[in-house]
């Protein structure tokens, strides 16, 4: 805090490069033309043998010069990506609420500000140098509806180093702590929602690294699409929600609920919030007894919605 306080006087006084020599923006230009360089490019091809190398690397060095001016600010796409460079350990924990209700209904507008009306929601990120005692924490958490896990699609093809100093493939990885997760006994009885995330860096990405790379998808054999709109990034999207499906399926024996979203792309995730508070009202309507009878069928994966 106050190393924060200090640094916001030097800024109200605009002295910052009495502080913070100037060297980054002098090593910009220079930056900015290693990076243009066709054998720096053929080499950031193969990005997804460098185990150390963030994935939006590209997104900050295409525009060096820029972040490195003083005249800067960082919009809200820029701060999405720089979340996903930060380098920390163990667990990360976050508490939020989301209104329940669509603005256009009649409670919305008799109480805009209800806080019955809210689900409550805790974001818990566990970094890849945290994982091994990761699930701990689980069992301090109660009363909880549904467990959203969220994976990306992107990680089939890239590395971390664990603490034994050997690489792991990072979609493994994933599915090795969704599947502890699963087998927890305090979320046995509890409904589960898988959100499949960077769909887009997936589908820029499929074409010229294939799935197989990944062990656990080495039988993956894309058929011949129904439709000229289905792509291979598609086929692909629907076999990885199919793994972890079966897995889930006869971990639980129950059906996952599966959502395909673009982190970066905002609609996606007021879709996928959506879509999980429906599924908490099929779950609540499921479990009553006037409503005993209602369809399974709503539990499956829409391939239309991609859920």
Known sequence: MQFADWLLEIVA??????????ATREYAPIVQELWKDAAIQATHKRNNEFHFLPDV????LDRV?????NEYEPTET???YAEGINQWNGLSLLEFSLDDRYTFTESYVDKPDDPSMQTKYQLIRINSKGLNGGLRCL???????AIIFCISLADYDQMWVQSSG???NKMITSRDMFEDLIKHPSFQDTTCVLLLNKYDTFEAKINRVLQTVCDWFADFSPVKPHHMHQSLACHA???IALKFKDLYSNIANRK????QTKALERKTVDDAFRYIREVLRWDDVKNSDAFCSVDESLCSMDMSSSS
């Open 139 to 145: 069992e301090m958490l109660e009363e909880v509806r």
């Open 57 to 60: 690397a590209s997104y900050f």
């Open 78 to 80: 820029d701060i999405l």
């Open 237 to 239: 999207y629907y076999y």
């Open 256 to 259: 996952l609920f599966v959502f």
């Open 166 to 168: 050997e690489p792991c």
């Open 65 to 69: 010069v820029e972040v490195s001016s």
């Open 13 to 22: 006084l605009g002295d910052l490069d009495a502080f913070f020599p100037a």
